[in-house]
């Protein structure tokens, strides 16, 4: 239901675009997530858009690099992460919500994608 895509190895300071494809089931009117996991620490959150993208969310760790966006008509939400730092490196995912506006609690998401894989090296 949800297919995160994008991920790749990039050097610090490079940029990267996800994509999460969802089902308009799963999406349409839900609040859409980017959430992160590196090795040995607990998934956490990065991002979060409401339902039309009118409202948006980041983390204090990525505010100001990272740029959430969803394209309805698609039913697809993209994460454009630029000056990447290395501790950037995780598995991201992306999730549909619960509710329509955009959360940052792992309990407030209902769907998850796969993963992603994001390498940046220093």
């Known amino acids: 239901q949800l297919q995160a895509s994008g991920g790749g190895l990039v050097q610090a300071g490079g940029s990267l675009r996800l994509s999460c494809a969802a089902s308009?089931?799963?999406?349409?009117?839900?609040?859409m997530g980017w959430f992160r996991q590196a090795p040995g620490k607990e998934r956490e959150f990065v991002s979060a858009?409401?339902?039309?993208?009118?409202?948006?969310y980041y983390a204090d760790s990525v505010s100001g690099r990272f740029t959430i966006s969803r394209d309805r008509a698609k039913n697809t939400v993209y994460l454009q992460m630029n000056s990447l730092k290395p501790e950037d490196t995780a598995v991201y995912y992306c999730?549909?919500?619960?509710?329509?506006?955009?959360?940052?609690?792992?309990?407030?998401?209902?769907?998850w994608g796969q993963g992603t894989q994001v390498t940046v090296s220093s």
């Open positions: 999730a549909a919500g619960r509710y329509s506006s955009a959360r940052s609690e792992l309990s407030d998401y209902q769907y």
């Open positions: 858009i409401s339902w039309n993208g009118g409202s948006t």
């Open positions: 308009r089931r799963t999406s349409s009117n839900n609040g």
